[in-house]
């Protein structure tokens, strides 16, 4: 079990840029790490996933050329480079993990907000 933290999240106009990070307690090289998004009155959506060695990564359709996913295993740390930056990507962000043999995401952090006005 890790405990996580996102950090990054704030206020941008449409088109710009935001980079969320999520820094672990532990080692995270066994774990598979996502980010998930929740807007007001909206489910919890898949936004990204990340395999525990990088190599493999699956976004959500809406995402796909905007955002990008990456990790740093030394550094206990995930990143989402977002781009082009819509107003439908209000929302507050969540990171997850799970033991790569896991079938469900296990660990959660408290989320960071993002908003970006048109």
């Known amino acids: 079990q890790v405990q996580l933290v996102e950090s990054g999240g704030g206020l941008v106009q449409a088109g710009g840029s935001l980079r969320l990070s999520c820094t672990a307690s532990g080692r995270i090289s066994n774990y598979v790490l996502a980010w998930f998004r929740q807007a007001p009155g909206k489910e919890q959506q898949f936004v990204v996933e990340?395999?525990?060695?990088?190599?493999?990564?699956r976004y959500a359709d809406s995402v796909k050329g905007r955002f990008t996913i990456s990790r740093d295993n030394a550094k206990s740390t995930m990143y989402l480079q977002m781009n082009s930056l819509k107003p439908e990507d209000t929302a507050v962000y969540y990171c997850a993990a799970k033991f790569f043999t896991s079938p469900e995401y296990t660990d959660w952090g408290q989320g960071t907000q993002v908003t970006v006005s048109s």
């Open positions: 990340i395999s525990w060695s990088g190599g493999n990564t």
